[in-house]
């Protein structure tokens, strides 16, 4: 599995993920929808997912709060109120979404159209008690769900070939590519060679082809 970014960032990223999200919910007095909606359209999230230090580690909550306001072109409070460490629902949210995010290496947006933020909100109840890899187990299994395509076989959708077309493109032979999209194989133990011809092939990267473990 590749993850987002380095670990070492990965407290810092959930704490400030969690206090955004209590922060625009429970002190500004939004829906958590549309907070999420806000972040997601920010360019925070691309930051976030590509393990941006400014972002994940080198801004507090509430500064990362306000960035997704201004980018959405809302009005933000004139003072910075420095929150206690409040661990709401909303908190918990967003501590639970950095984690997956990070474990998974997927885009938030992915992840939402796949498992909407009030899902996950829902699962507070009795997650919130457990180790998070737990949660993350729970959350793979709607994900797979939602999206029981491979990501190879989207992303062959998505150029237009057929398995016989990719497999010509690429070197890869029919009966390999069948067997990672019915998961007969992992596609993540595969030859460093073959994914690089496949993603070549399908003009993305080879993490873009990786399975969720």
Not at 25 to 39: H, P, Y
């Amino acid at each position: 599995m590749i993850h987002a970014y380095d670990k070492s960032y990965l407290s810092n990223a959930q704490k400030n993920l969690a206090c955004m999200l209590d922060y625009l919910v429970n002190e500004l007095d939004n829906s958590i929808e549309d907070a999420w909606k806000w972040f997601l359209s920010s360019k925070a999230a691309i930051q976030f997912e590509q393990g941006d230090c400014s972002v994940i580690a080198g801004k507090s909550g509430i500064e990362l709060a306000y960035a997704v306001l201004e980018d959405a072109g809302k009005e933000r409070p004139d003072m910075i109120k420095m929150l206690p460490y409040n661990r709401s629902r909303e908190y918990w949210t967003g501590w639970a979404i950095a984690y997956y995010q990070w474990e998974t290496g997927l885009p938030f947006a992915e992840i939402e159209e796949a498992i909407p933020i009030q899902e996950i909100y829902m699962l507070y109840e009795p997650y919130h008690e457990m180790d998070i890899r737990q949660l993350t187990d729970r959350l793979n299994e709607l994900y797979h769900e939602a999206k029981p395509d491979t990501r190879l076989k989207t992303a062959r959708g998505i150029a237009g070939l057929s398995q016989s077309e990719l497999a010509e493109i690429s070197g890869v032979s029919v009966r390999t590519i069948q067997q990672y999209e019915q998961r007969q194989k992992s596609i993540n133990r595969a030859k460093a060679e073959t994914l690089l011809r496949l993603a070549r092939a399908l003009c993305c990267d080879m993490e873009d082809l990786m399975e969720m473990v």
